[in-house]
């Protein structure tokens, strides 16, 4: 609707039709005897200056739930032409605009992809769509593995460094800000905005913790920190103060409030904060985490520790503008490994400044 109106400059309104398998709908046997697909359209009529998300979907429910058992019986007998001929008139008197959409399950990731056929004009302006764009991704998704050596990360903690704090910011701190600082650049030059931008961090929480209440706790325990930045300000030490502010909040005094009758109130109001970012800024959202110096490097199964050790195969769309950390087994460099979109990543990966410092899938050598 959104696009119609940027396209169309109207705001008339929608007509959503899907397509429903009337099998499962029937508590009878009166299709136990049919073969082939059996479904029928559900419509759903929206007016787009009421266009919230669970307005829509109660609409779409709404457009559903007339095919239940007593509609199908309905279908039945010389009567039944006529009930599916009144369907069809509805739908042809109050037929406006219609979106075409196909939706698969996706073979990795428990993802789902969505086939649109839209005119050029309206995709356009879906492709440009900021708000769509954080939870859709156009294009494939590809991961990529870039490592900065010893070398490049000193530098970066130098480059990234406060000058009114002596103490230099941490190997993750430096490379964490870099990557963040280029992935805006990147977004800007793709999608043409300088909307703002969301980074979350997994924050482990065991260590954070002063008191013995994680001590009965087995799993990961983790949290997500997050901070937001303007890409006109895309300072190094700016954003690694930023990261810290994220992480900051999860001291012992936190990790005590999340106990008792409180803790889950405490818990919904750090997930109502980062809602409420979301739904007003619209921020391009990009996520990381550590899995540096777990011991697998350590590991031996019997055939000697391992050589080297990948984070993942096939990247779902769970791991969209995902970024994990693995150290080298050798020369105390770090393995980012990156997950973008194709035109993202593409953007990157031409970024000179960026490749300055990232080697891009460098061999694996213990020279």
């Known amino acids: ?102 939706v698969i399950k996706t073979k990795w990731g428990k993802g789902i992809e969505a086939w649109i056929t839209l005119v050029e004009t309206r995709m356009a302006a879906l492709e440009q769509d900021p708000e769509f764009l954080t939870f859709a991704s156009p294009n494939p998704l590809v991961t990529r593995r870039f490592v900065f050596d ?59 913790s002063m008191s013995k209440i994680l001590d009965g706790a087995i799993g990961n325990l983790f949290w997500w920190g997050a901070a937001l930045a303007n890409p006109a300000d895309s300072e190094l030490n700016h954003l690694v103060e930023m990261i810290r502010g994220g992480v900051s909040l999860f001291d012992d005094d936190y990790l005590k409030s999340l106990q008792g009758e409180e803790g889950f109130e405490a818990m919904s109001n750090l997930l109502d904060q980062l809602e409420e970012i979301i739904s007003i800024e619209k ?32 990247a779902g769309v769970e791991f969209r503008n995902l970024v994990v950390y693995f150290e080298t087994k050798w020369g105390k460099g770090i393995e980012a490994w990156i997950t973008l979109d194709e035109t ?24």
């Open 1 to 102: 609707m959104a696009a119609s109106r940027t396209t169309l400059g109207t705001t008339k309104a929608s007509l959503l039709v899907q397509a429903v398998n009337v099998r499962p709908r029937s508590m009878s046997n009166l299709l136990d005897g049919a073969i082939g697909n059996l479904f029928w359209w559900g419509a759903a009529l929206a007016n787009p200056t009421d266009s919230e998300l669970n307005h829509l979907v109660g609409k779409m429910r709404g457009g559903v739930s007339l095919f239940d058992d007593v509609y199908l019986k309905s279908l039945q007998g010389e009567e039944g032409f006529e009930a599916m001929s009144n369907l069809l008139d509805q739908l042809e008197n109050r037929m406006c605009w219609l979106l075409l959409a196909g």
């Open 150 to 208: 010893a070398k490049s990360i000193t530098t970066l903690r130098n480059k990234a460094r406060n000058e009114q704090d002596e103490a230099l910011p941490s190997r993750i701190e430096a490379i964490t800000s870099f990557i963040w600082k280029h992935y805006m650049a990147a977004s800007r030059t793709t999608l043409g905005t300088t909307k703002a931008s969301l980074l979350v961090q997994a924050v482990n929480m065991r260590p954070r």
């Open 283 to 314: 921020p391009d959202v990009l996520a990381f985490t550590s899995w540096c110096y777990q011991g697998v490097y350590e590991l031996d199964f019997g055939f000697g520790e391992p050589v080297w050790a990948a984070v993942m195969g096939k």
């Open 344 to 367: 993202r990543m593409a953007a990157l990966e031409q970024d000179p400044e960026f490749l300055a410092f990232a080697s891009p899938n460098p061999v694996i050598s213990s020279l």
